[in-house]
C-alpha cells in the first residue's frame, strides 16, 4: 500500500507544483512573475529553433571547450601527483591556493590577459574546472588497492600497460566524481563570464533580457538553463554508467 | 632451485624494533611443493615478499637459481589470498590472464594459446569473458592461480590462497593445484595457516616459529601420490604428520620424539637446513 | 618551497618581458600593492562587506537546509514525493536567477544573499538527507523493537549518523556561498571585494586587481581552511566519511 502511495506521489507532487505555479502566475499581476502559459510561448518562440545559433551553440561550444581540456589537463597532471608522493607534497600549496581563489574573482584577470573573445571564456572554465577534477585524479591513484599495485610489481607489469590498463581504470570511478562536478562548475562559469563580458550567448540573453525588462524571455531563458543543467547531469550520468559498467558490478558482488 | 639464506626482516629501529623474521634458511628443490605452515601473525606473508622481491629483507638473502632476487623475477610467479583485490575489475577473465603476457613479447597467437590453456587448465574455459565479480570466490583464486600459471613460471608463491575460501571449494581448489602441478612441471611454495592442508599438499612442511620468526623444522611428507581428499587423509601417516605439526606449532612437544619418521628430523632441535630426505 | 619558485617564476617572467608587462605586473609590485591595500579603508570594508555576504547566506543556508534535510531523509514517503522536483531544481545554476535577483531585490544586499542561499541551500540539502538516510536499516530496527519512538529515532540515531554528512555539507556550501557573494559582487555590482576587483579592472589598474584578487584567493583559502578543520573535528571520531559528489 505505502509503495503504491509513493509512486502515486512521485508523480502527482510534481505535477501539482507545476499547476500550481501556473495558476499563481496567471492570476497575479507581479510583473515580475508573468504567467506560466506566457513563459513557455516565449520559451517555444526562442528556443525551437530560433535563436539556437546565435545564442545556444555559442554557450555550448565554450562549455564543452572549457570542460574537455579541464579534464584532460587535470588527469593529465594527476596522474604524476597521484603516483610520486615528493612532487605532490611539493606542489600541494599552490594546487590549495590556487582553488580556493573563488572563480568569479578570475574572471576580471582572464579579461585582461585574454580579453572579452571567447579566449577569455574558454579559458576562465578550463581554470576552474580543472581543480575538482585534479583533486579527485590525485585521491583516485593514491587510493588504489595495494594489493593491486603489489600484483602489478610481481607480474612485471610497468610503464605503459601499467598507466592504462592498471592505474587509469581504476582511479576512474574517482575521477567520474570530480568531472561531475567540474561539469556543473562550468555552466555556471559559462552563465557568468557570458553576463560580464559577452555579446552573445545564453547567459548574455538572459540579463539583456532583464535589463530591457522583456520579462517572459528573461524567464524563457531562465528555464532553459535549468533544463540545460538537467540535461547535462544526465548525460554524463549515462556516460558514467555505461563507461563504470565494470564498477557497478563489482561493488554489487562486493556488498553481497 | 631456491634458496633462502638467513633472511630476516626488522621493522623500526632501536627499542621499538619489530623483528618480523629473526633468521631463515631452507632451500626448495626443482619441482618440490614446499608448504610452509606457522602459528597465526608469525610472518608468513612478509617471508614470501621478502622471497618474491617484492620486499627488501633487512639481513639474508633470496637466490633464485643462483641469482640474488632483489626484485620480482620473471620466472616465480605470485597467487595472493585476497583475490578479489588482486584481479582487475574492469577486464575480463581473459584480460586478465593476459596481461602479465604482455610485456613477454610472445606474439599474439602464442599468448592467446598460452592464456587459453591455462583458463582450461583450471577449469574455467566457459567464462573466459566473464568478469571477475560475476564468479564465486572460488572461481576467481581460479582466475589467479590461471594468470599465475599462464605466465610460465618455474616456481609458484602462493600466500594463504585457500583461506578466504569455504572448507568444500577449498577441497577442490587443493586437488586443482596438484593436478597443475603435475601438469605444468611447477616448483610450488604454499604457505598456509592449515595444518591438514599443509601435510595434504606437500612433498616437504618448513614449520616456522612465532615471531622473531625462524625455522623450527623441515618434515618431509611421504604420503603417496596421487593424493585423494579422502583416502589419503584416512592413512595413519597423514594423522601421525599433521599430529606432529600440531604438536611443533603449539610448542607442547617435549624434547625427543620415539617413533622412527621416515626422514623428518626428531626433537625440539632447530634445524637450519635440511635437504636431507628421508 | 615550490610557492617560492613560483614566485620567483613569476617575477622573472614579467621582468623579462616572457609575459606582456601590460597584463601581468611584476610579482614584487603585485605584493607591494597587496600590503598597501591592506593599509587602505576601503579594502576593509571591502572584505566586511563581502564576508557579510557570506556569513549571511551560509547562516541562512543552513537554517533552511538541515532541518528540510532531516526531514525530507527521515521519511521515505515525503522523498518519494518531493524526488522529482528536487532533480531538476538542484542543477539550475544558481547564477541563472541573477537578473531575477535584480529584479526584485534591486542591486544591494539582499541580492547577494538571496543567491547565496540559493546556492548553498542544495549541496548542503542533499548531503544531509544522505546523511540522515545512510544509517544502516539494522540500527534503526534494533531502535524500532526497543520500543524507540519516531522522533527519538532521528533524534538519537539518524541526526548523530548524520552529523559527518551534515559538516561536509557545510564545508562546500560555505565554499559555494563565497563563490556567490563574489559574484553578485562582480555581476551586479554589490559592495564587496568582487567589485573592487571589476572597478580595478575597468579602470586599468592592473596592480591593484592582482593584489584584490590574491587577497579574495587568501580569504577563500582561510575560510576553506576553516570548514576543512571544523569537518575533521566532527568527523575525528567517525570510522569513514562519504563524500558524494556535490
Redesign the interface.
Known sequence: M?RH???A??I???IA?LVIWGVWSASGDTF?FPPLTDILQKFQELWLFDRVGSDVLPSLQRLFLGYLIACAVAVAIGIPLGLNPLLRR??S??V???R??????????A???LGVGNAGKVFLIAFVCVWPVLLNTIDGVTGI?P??R??A??????GR?RLL??VL??A?PQIF??M??SL?LA??LM??SE??ASTNGI?FF??Q???SFA?PE?WA??LL??LL??A??LIFLLVERRVLA??R??R???LG | MLEVSQLGKTYGEGENATHAIGSISFGIEEKEFVCVVGPSGCGKTTLLKCMSGLLEPSTGSTALKGRTVDGPPPEMALVFQEYSRSLLPWMSVRGNVTLPLRHKKLGKGETARLVEEAVEAVGLAAFIDRYPWELSGGMQQRVAIARALAYQPEILLMDEPFASVDAQTRGDLEDLVLQVREQFGVTVLFVTHDIDESVYLADRIVVLTPSPTEVREVLTVDLPHPRDQVDTKELPEFARLRAHVYRLIKREQSGGEEDATTGGRAGGERTDRDRVRG | MAVACALALWEAAVRSRALSDTSFPPMTETVAELGRQLGTGAFWTALLNTLEGWALGLGLAILLAVPAGILVGSSRLAYRALRVPIEFLRPIPSVALIPLAVLVYGTGLESKVFLAVFASFWPLFVQTMYGVQDVDPVVTDTARSFGLGRFERIWRIRLPAAVPYIATGVRISSAVALILAVTAELVIGSAGLGRSISVAQSGGAIDVMYALIIATGILGWLLNILATSGERRVLHWHPSQRELPA
Open positions: 505505502r502511495l509513493a509512486i506521489l512521485e502527482a507532487v510534481p507544483l515580475y611539493a606542489t600549496p599552490i590549495e591556493f590556487l580556493a581563489i573563488p572563480p568569479p574573482a578570475l574572471l576580471p584577470f579579461i585582461v590577459v588497492d594489493t593491486l603489489e600484483t610489481r610481481s607480474y612485471g607489469v610497468s600497460d590498463r592498471i581504470p581504476a576512474s566524481a570530480g561531475r562536478t556543473s555552466l555556471i552563465v557568468i553576463m560580464v547567459g538572459v540579463l533580457s532583464q535589463r520579462i528573461m531563458g531562465i538553463l535549468g543543467g538537467y547535462l547531469n565494470w564498477h558490478g563489482a554489487a558482488s562486493a
